[in-house]
């Protein structure tokens, strides 16, 4: 499996961003999607995942803000983040896997990485 993410750049604080991530190659069928993002100087942290079901998993700093969606016959996944602030500047990685439930937040979980793209916000 290839992953490219793209869409990051520099904003506003306050401002909407949305990430993409295009898949290729085959794709096992219990599976999950997700972003994680490293900002300047720290450990690359689970941002939101989407299962093979559909369900959505979120970190608390981020829910309600940003939402993760994919279309299927697209092999894209989506990151769509509204009023962001300046913690949410940093490196954003798309990963595909198939972590069980209790690791779908945990890094070990996905075997397949985007090659990041990186989000600035100004404030």
């Known amino acids: 499996v290839q992953l490219q993410a793209s869409g990051g750049g520099l904003v506003q604080a306050g401002d909407s961003l949305r990430l993409s991530c295009a898949a290729s190659?085959?794709?096992?069928?219990?599976?999950?999607t997700a972003w994680f993002r490293q900002p300047p100087g720290k450990e690359r942290d689970f941002v939101a995942a989407?299962?093979?079901?559909?369900?959505?998993y979120y970190a608390d700093s981020v829910k309600g803000r940003f939402t993760i969606s994919r279309d299927n016959a697209k092999k894209t996944m989506y990151l769509q983040m509204n009023s962001v602030n300046d913690e949410d500047t940093a490196v954003y990685y798309c990963?595909?896997?198939?972590?069980?439930?209790?690791?779908?937040?945990?890094?070990?979980?996905?075997?397949?990485w985007g090659q990041g793209t990186q989000v600035t916000v100004s404030s």
């Open positions: 990963a595909f896997g198939s972590p069980i439930l209790s690791e779908i937040r945990n890094r070990r979980g996905y075997n397949y």
């Open positions: 989407i299962r093979y079901s559909g369900n959505t």
């Open positions: 190659g085959r794709t096992s069928s219990n599976y999950a």
